[in-house]
Structures are given as structure tokens and as C-alpha cells.
């Protein structure tokens, strides 16, 4: 009796410490760690080399900087080509909406 | 040409700064001329040219959002932006939105999302051409009609916009910029329906808001043109943020687009003065189909040709808006010149 119960107790215990190294060899296991990604700046220079630091840095400072840059550039361009047509002469006043 | 090679470090390649700008200029030219994002002409462009495809979306939202502020200032100034309407719609698409991405969800879960929404994608293109088409179609016979009969002409039936313009569920509100009354649910249903379409297709929605909102809110072209770009800019500064974040934006690259873009998108603005509306639905739809052709192309299996085809045509179309505006400045001066 204490045979089958110690032969039990040994397939218990080659399972409990067995599976965890068949499920990993299987392809389970923990998960991998979330994929970084990385900018490579080794030969970058000047804006590109900052635009890359700050990628590496913290996404969500890079996420709020080209929110920004692209809004800064965006009203900066439009006011001052807007400004260039003015001075073109053109006639840039409300539009009737005719069809 | 290895003068003009800059390195990207996010997408990690080397590009030429004026492929950047060419495809910029030419968005930026469609863009303000019709009042769409242009992911269409960007995203396979970029991509052809080597950008993976996630940091080619979003690298093409990024300088979205810059480049419609460019045209919405502009079109502010003629008196294109309903801002009052757009904000109303901002809020349903963000609703549809979300809820269309549910809906591709549950098609992934079903297998069915790739095939499905692609088939969709070109049957609601060629319906969206076929429409603007005929309506512009109807308009050209309407108006041969009138100047060759002596009796006056018939008029035109009710328009879908005006009988849905009619519907009366408190609150009303008066577009003043459109010229619009109508109850504050229809623009926040456009958004929702709009929004959920732009979201099951997977694309910003400018070209679905600028007919949406002409045929059901009932918007002059114009007002329609100069709307959409107002949500566009919007859209575009989301996706910017969430793409950012998720770090699938060349800020590098967005910003040499941006700078190409906002030189077409002034261009292509100004343009829309030496047009009347029902020619800019015209060439709208023509864009359409070529979208459509190349959705088509892509589902055929012929990607390189339809990423060709789409950025060809856009650079032939932003030659016919230019040639517009340059024939509309010079008639503007020939005019000042003997008044």
C-alpha cells in the first residue's frame, strides 16, 4: 500500500516539477515582454538625432511632441503663406457660395 | 540625388527629402481643394517607397493635422468653416467611430474582416462616384435646359437634404455659415453614420463627410469643403497622439511632408475661388473612382501597381487644380488690370 502511495506521490511530484519545463519546451511558459522600439541614432545628427532621443526617452513625451510641432508648424506655415498672398495682390475676402 | 537623402530614425531608413515633399505638395493640394485628408494618395505612397506600413499611417496622420489646420485657416477667411456644424459632427463620428471599430472586431472574430470590408470599401466608392457623378450629370442638363428653352425651367425636385432638413426634433438650430436650419440630430447622425463607415473601412472619413454632408445636412460644396477639413484636423491631431504614443510616427519625415503640404494646401485653398461648386463635385468624383480602381487593384493583388496608380493620379489631379488657379489669378488680373 505505501508503495503504490509512494509510487503516486513520485508521478505527482515528477508532474508537478516536469510540466512547467514540457509546457515551456511546448512553447508556453511566461510571456515575453512586451517588443521595444528603439530609434537608432548612432549616425543620426542634429533634429534627427533629437527626434530620436526623445523617441528613446518616453513615447508619451514623443506622442505630445509631434502633436505640438505638427500644430506649431501647421499654424506658423498657414499664417505666414497666407500672409505671402496678401502680398501677392490676390483678392482674399468671403467667398459667395454659389454652385 | 544623395544630396537630398535624409536619415529617418524612427522608420530607420534613409529617404529623399524631395519625395517627401512631392508627395506633401500634391496631398496638400487635394486636400485643400476638397477638403479630405488624403490618406489614400499618402499611405500607399509612402509605403511604395520602402515605410513600413503602420509608420506610413501614421506618419500620414501626423502631418494630417498640420496640414488641415493650413487649409481650415484659409478656408476661415473665405467663409467656408461651419464651425458650430462640425463640432456637432465631431461628436457623433467620435461615437460611430467607436462603434465601427467594435463592428470590425466582431468581423476579425468571424474571419470575415479583410475580404468583407475591403468589398464594401469598393462598392461604397463607386456608389459615392456614381452619385456625385450623376448629380453633376443632372446639374450640366438642368442648366443646357435653361439657357436653350425660352419657358422657364422645371424645378428641381426635393433634394433628400431638404426633406431630412425638415424633420423637427428639438433642438433646432440655425447653421448660419451653411445657410441651414435643421434639428441638432441630423449633423450628430451624419457624424455617427460617417464615423462608423470611416471606421469599419479603416480610413479618415474626409472623403465620405464632404458628399455626406453636401446630399444629407444640405452644406454649399464650399461650406462642405472647408467643414470636413475642420474635422479633419481634428482626426488628424487624435491620430497623431495615438500613433505617437504608440510610436509609429516619423516626426522627421511628417515634418518635411508638412512643410510641401502647406505650400499645396494654400494652393489648392485658393483655388477653389476660380471654381464654381458643382465643378469641384465633379472632379471629386472622378478622384473617387480612381480610389476605387486602386482599392480594386489592391484586392486583385496588384499592390505595387495600384500604389503607382493612386500617387500618379494624385499628382495629375493636383496639375488640373493647379492649372485652375493659375488661369483663375491671371483672368483676376487681367480684370483688375482694366477696371
Known amino acids: ?99 | 540625388m544623395d544630396a537630398f537623402m535624409i536619415y529617418l530614425p524612427i522608420a530607420g531608413l534613409h529617404f529623399n527629402v524631395l519625395l517627401l515633399l512631392l508627395i506633401g505638395f500634391t496631398v496638400g493640394v487635394c486636400g485643400g481643394f476638397f477638403g479630405i485628408g488624403g490618406a489614400w494618395i499618402v499611405t500607399p505612397a509612402l509605403n511604395i517607397f520602402g515605410f513600413p506600413m503602420p509608420y506610413a499611417i501614421g506618419t500620414d496622420l501626423a502631418h494630417m493635422g498640420g496640414k488641415s489646420i493650413v487649409s481650415t485657416i484659409r478656408h476661415g477667411k473665405f467663409g467656408n468653416v461651419d464651425t458650430k456644424l462640425a463640432v456637432s459632427m465631431i461628436l457623433g463620428t467620435t461615437v460611430g467611430m467607436e462603434f465601427g471599430a467594435w463592428l470590425v472586431l466582431r468581423l476579425e472574430r468571424m474571419g470575415l474582416a479583410e475580404s468583407v470590408i475591403r468589398k464594401i470599401y469598393i462598392v461604397f466608392l463607386a456608389a459615392i462616384g456614381s452619385y456625385v457623378l450623376y448629380d453633376y450629370l443632372s446639374h450640366v442638363i438642368r442648366q443646357r435646359r435653361a439657357t436653350t428653352s425660352t419657358t422657364a425651367p422645371p424645378p428641381q425636385g426635393e433634394t433628400l437634404a431638404r426633406k431630412l432638413q425638415r424633420i423637427n426634433i428639438p433642438p433646432m438650430v440655425n447653421f448660419t455659415a451653411s445657410g441651414i436650419r435643421c434639428s441638432l440630430w441630423l449633423p450628430v447622425g451624419v457624424g455617427l453614420v460617417t464615423g462608423v463607415v470611416a471606421a469599419v473601412l479603416g480610413v479618415g472619413g474626409g472623403f465620405i463627410r464632404m458628399p455626406a454632408l453636401i446630399y444629407l445636412v444640405g452644406c454649399p460644396t464650399l461650406v462642405a469643403v472647408g467643414t470636413d477639413l475642420f474635422e479633419v484636423m481634428i482626426t488628424g491631431a487624435y491620430g497623431a497622439l495615438t500613433y505617437g504614443v504608440k510610436g509609429r510616427v516619423d516626426l522627421v519625415a511628417a515634418m518635411w511632408m508638412l512643410l510641401g503640404a502647406a505650400i499645396g494646401a494654400q494652393m489648392g485653398t485658393v483655388a477653389v475661388k476660380y471654381v464654381r461648386g458643382y465643378f469641384i463635385r465633379l472632379l471629386f468624383a472622378i478622384t473617387i473612382f480612381i480610389a476605387c480602381a486602386s482599392v480594386l487593384m489592391k484586392q486583385l493583388e496588384y499592390g505595387t501597381a495600384s500604389a503607382v496608380l493612386i500617387l500618379t493620379a494624385g499628382i495629375a489631379i493636383s496639375g488640373v487644380i493647379l492649372g485652375l488657379l493659375v488661369r483663375g489669378i491671371a483672368q483676376e488680373k487681367r480684370r483688375a488690370r482694366f477696371e
Open chain 1, 1 to 99: 500500500m505505501s508503495r503504490v502511495r509512494g509510487s503516486i506521490l513520485a508521478l505527482i511530484s515528477a508532474v508537478w516539477w516536469g510540466a512547467p519545463s514540457l509546457a515551456w519546451a511546448a512553447g508556453g511558459g511566461k510571456p515575453a515582454t512586451k517588443l521595444v522600439s528603439v530609434a537608432d541614432t548612432r549616425s543620426a545628427t542634429g533634429l534627427a538625432k533629437w527626434v530620436g532621443d526623445v523617441y528613446n526617452t518616453d513615447l508619451w513625451l514623443y506622442g505630445l511632441v509631434v502633436v505640438v510641432i505638427m500644430a506649431g508648424m501647421g499654424l506658423v506655415l498657414g499664417l505666414a503663406f497666407d500672409r505671402l498672398l496678401v502680398l501677392m495682390g490676390l483678392e482674399l475676402g468671403k467667398l459667395d457660395h454659389h454652385e
